[in-house]
């Protein structure tokens, strides 16, 4: 069984920095580009940032571009986000997603994790 | 980036009705846009992808349809399970993003 479980989430001040962890069983993780999505309380889903198998390409949206840094370590099954200069904006919870194709570029996501909630405020 | 644009962005429907949630995207996609269900307070799932094709263990009365900048959700008879906020996402181009979402209610 495919399971992806967040931490590292909590309050943080703005301009501070958290790293979120994304721990992966049940499947072969290094085979599997790997995706952040968040949702702000009450609202929609908005797709972060995601990263290929061996960490070779990322992706960012534009609004976490040089604050924002996904990474992965494939012999421990896991994967990170380096949160810098966080803003009100950022607070949400943050899923841990899988892609669902392994060989394309391009993918939906199959399976997600519970959240992690990050909360930015003074 | 590719801006999708959901409606309604809620709906009232009766357990048995059929329902039809709508996307378009502000430029052609081909066929890479998913549907994902979400219930209060858990991670999103993933119903549809490549428009049309079901996800393995979701049941067929979820359908998806159309190509290019217009595609459709239907759900052909309204289960109890089946109230929710349902998402679109295109997958075409970089940034990923998603509908605002539809939230289906009971009547």
């Known amino acids: 069984e495919v399971q992806l479980v967040e931490s590292g989430g909590g309050l943080v001040q703005p301009g501070g920095s958290l790293r979120l962890s994304c721990a992966a069983s049940g499947f072969t993780f290094s085979s599997y580009w790997m995706t952040w999505v968040r949702q702000a309380p009450g609202k929609g889903l908005e797709w972060v940032a995601n990263i290929k198998q061996d960490g070779s390409e990322k992706y960012y949206v534009d609004s976490v571009k040089g604050r924002f840094t996904i990474s992965r370590d494939n012999a421990k099954n896991s994967l990170y986000l380096q949160m810098n200069s966080l803003r009100a904006e950022d607070t949400a919870v943050y899923y841990c997603?899988?892609?669902?194709?392994?060989?394309?570029?391009?993918?939906?996501?199959?399976?997600w994790g519970q959240g992690t909630l990050v909360t930015v405020s003074s | 980036a590719i801006r999708i644009t959901q409606s309604p962005s809620s709906l009232s429907a009766s357990t048995g009705d059929r329902v039809t949630v709508t996307c378009r995207a502000s430029q052609g996609i081909s066929s890479y846009l998913a549907w994902y269900q979400q219930k209060p307070g858990k991670a999103p799932k993933l119903l549809i992808y490549?428009?049309?094709t079901l996800q393995s263990g979701v049941p067929s009365r979820f359908s998806g349809s159309g190509s290019g900048t217009d595609f459709t959700l239907t759900i052909s008879c309204l289960q109890s399970e089946d109230f929710a906020t349902y998402y679109c996402q295109q997958y075409y181009s970089y940034p990923l993003t998603f509908g605002g979402g539809t939230k289906v209610e009971i009547k």
């Open positions: 997603a899988r892609d669902r194709a392994i060989d394309e570029t391009y993918s939906s996501s199959d399976s």
């Open positions: 490549a428009a049309s």
